[in-house]
Structure formats: C-alpha cells, structure tokens
C-alpha cells in the first residue's frame, strides 16, 4: 500500500473511531501525558504541541498542563504555504487569545510571538506503528523541522485506531521516541 493509499484509508478510520465515541469519552481522554512519559520530561524545558485539527488527537489539555506547571508552550507557526515551519510561544492556553488563521487554515501563534526551539515536540500523526514509524499529512513539516534536531524528545499523540503493522518508511522520515494514545503508551522505541 502506498503512503498516499494508507493516509486515505487511516483518515477514514480515524473520521469513524472519532465519530463513535461518546462526548464525555472525548472530553476524557489525552487530559495529562501518562507518568513514565512526564519522568521524561525535565522541569522548565520548552514544550512544542499543536491545535488539533478535524479529527486529529486534540492536545489542548497537555497544552495548558505543561503551561501550568511552569513550562513553555509553543505552536506550529507558518509565515507563507511555502515556508519552513517554525515554533512561537503560546502565552494564553486557556484562552488562545494569541492565536490567528494561519496560511494553512489552522490555528498558530500570531506573527509577533517569540520564536523559539521545543525541546519536547508532541506530534500529530495519520497513523503510527509499535516501532515509532509516523505516517503524516504528507507535507513532511515535522520530518523536515526534526531531521536537525536529533535531540529534541518526539512523541506522537494519536487514537487507537490509527495503529497500523506496517507503513512505507522513507529516508527522510524521523521515527518517534514514543506514541500516546487513550489506552496505551507505546515507546520508548
């Protein structure tokens, strides 16, 4: 199966898995990252999440959990469709007052917010496997933000159903540290 074959096939079971569960199962779920993960995680470190989008895992709770306890939170920031993504502080989880549409339609820090280099990156994902492979929207923003980065602790949140056997890895792909998901915390691979 190809990646494009696999991304179409994963977004459909993604759409049905999300669609089936009750609202008070979504209000639950991905409240605070599970304890051997956060024993990871050093104090005042910085903190890259995103603004989930559709289906996507929604990462708003870890957001404002790490932004309580004192770390810095930052986003996904674009300037154009064809630039490099970069990361700019989020300064008002609870509220997202700092936040504007960027050039893809979703939610990021506004232009005047401080760039700044996470040292922990949460990931969205279409589908992952128990080896830490992670198959994208396909636009390779994180693969290419990653590939300089080998330090930067990755991991990917996702719902139980976008676990897969197998994806088609390419050189470029950066594997994941470890994956979240409702049920289970896979990794460290």
Do not use: C
Not at 18 to 37: G, K
Not at 59 to 74: D, L
Not at 122 to 138: A, M, S
């Amino acid at each position: 199966m190809t990646k494009a074959d696999l991304r179409k096939a994963l977004r459909a079971a993604r759409r049905e898995h999300v669609a089936a569960l009750p609202d008070q199962v979504r209000a639950l779920v991905f409240h605070r990252p599970p304890a051997p993960l956060l024993d990871r995680i050093a104090e005042g470190v910085t903190i890259g999440l995103y603004v989930a989008h559709g289906d996507e895992a929604p990462a708003a709770s870890y957001t404002r959990f790490f932004a309580e306890r004192g770390h810095r939170v930052a986003l996904p920031r674009f300037a154009t469709r064809e630039a490099e993504m970069q990361f700019a502080l989020h300064s008002d989880p609870f509220g997202e007052g700092d936040l504007e549409d960027g050039p893809f339609g979703m939610h990021q820090p506004v232009a005047d917010a401080e760039t700044v280099e996470p040292d922990v990156l949460f990931v969205p994902l279409i589908g992952f496997t128990t080896r830490g492979d992670r198959l994208g929207q396909g636009g390779g923003h994180y693969d290419r933000w990653l590939a300089g980065r080998p330090e930067t602790l990755r991991i990917g949140l996702a719902w139980d159903a976008q676990l897969v056997e197998d994806i088609p890895v390419e050189p470029h792909d950066v594997p994941l540290d470890a994956v979240v998901t409702p049920t289970r915390l896979y990794g460290p691979f």
